[in-house]
């Protein structure tokens, strides 16, 4: 099975005042699709834990074409794309079920890290030809995440939050959904109300946090238009994303 599709309707915890498809809604979404493919082609959560490896999410962009919205029926296809040096590719797409084509396209990197030491393990290392041979040729995003720049002028503290037990996942450290979440709630709520909506985001996950830390939070605006988002534990990066809105 080189891909997975599941197929649900957008509820009210998904949406905002907009009734349209919110970020973190999508990045939880995805990544239990992801772990459930992943599972089905042999190396999910359930298969490396036993040799104490897990899947990092590392790098991800989405990219909206149009918002899913409240009541909508959507499915959510992801698959593996193979590997790119230390990185593994797992590309997802959000359709309607009307056959108008795609609603949301996004693509990511992911790691495999060995608990114990921290350290990132090569997956032609672990997965050997299992990478190669379950990946599918198709892209929702052609080229893979890069790494993103924090602007060298502008970035200014908004707030500090204290990692939550809600934040919190059975890796007991902070959910990569949440750091989405703790992104656009920097962003001013006049402007993702009187704007269009979601167009892309980047999220790159530098470092994990855990129950009690304290991330400040800094965002600047760039000429391009977009909101930057760094998260920091002290001087330590913790993640780093770009917003852009719709006009």
């Not at 030491?117 to 040729?137: F, N, Q, V, W, Y």
């Amino acid at each position: 099975m080189k891909s997975h599709t599941v197929r649900y309707r957008i509820q009210t915890c998904d949406v905002d005042i907009r009734k349209s498809y919110k970020a973190f809604s999508f990045m939880t979404q995805a990544q239990e699709i992801a772990n459930y493919h992943a599972s089905s082609i042999g190396f999910g959560y359930s298969d490396l834990i036993k040799d104490n490896i897990v899947w990092v999410l590392s790098r991800m962009k989405v990219v909206y074409l149009r918002s899913p919205k409240w009541e909508d029926e959507v499915e959510l296809t992801t698959w593996h794309k193979g590997r790119e040096g230390v990185f593994s590719l797992r590309d997802f797409e959000v359709s309607g079920t009307d056959g108008g084509g795609p609603l949301i396209q996004a693509t990511s990197s992911w790691l495999l890290i060995d608990v114990n030491t921290r350290r990132m393990l090569r997956p032609d290392h672990i997965l050997g030809e299992k990478s190669l041979t379950t990946a599918l040729d198709r892209n929702a995003i052609a080229e893979a995440c890069g790494k993103l720049t924090t602007p060298s002028e502008g970035m200014e503290l908004v707030r500090t939050h204290e990692v939550l037990y809600s934040d919190i996942d059975f890796n007991a450290h902070t959910n990569n959904a949440k750091y989405i979440e703790w992104a656009f709630d920097t962003i001013p709520s006049d402007e993702l109300q009187k704007r269009g909506g979601i167009d892309s985001y980047q999220i790159n996950f530098n470092h994990e946090t855990r129950l009690g830390d304290r991330v400040d939070l800094y965002r600047a605006s760039t000429a391009t238009g977009e909101f930057f988002v760094e998260g920091r534990c002290g001087d330590k990066p913790v993640f780093q994303t770009a917003v852009r809105l719709k006009p």
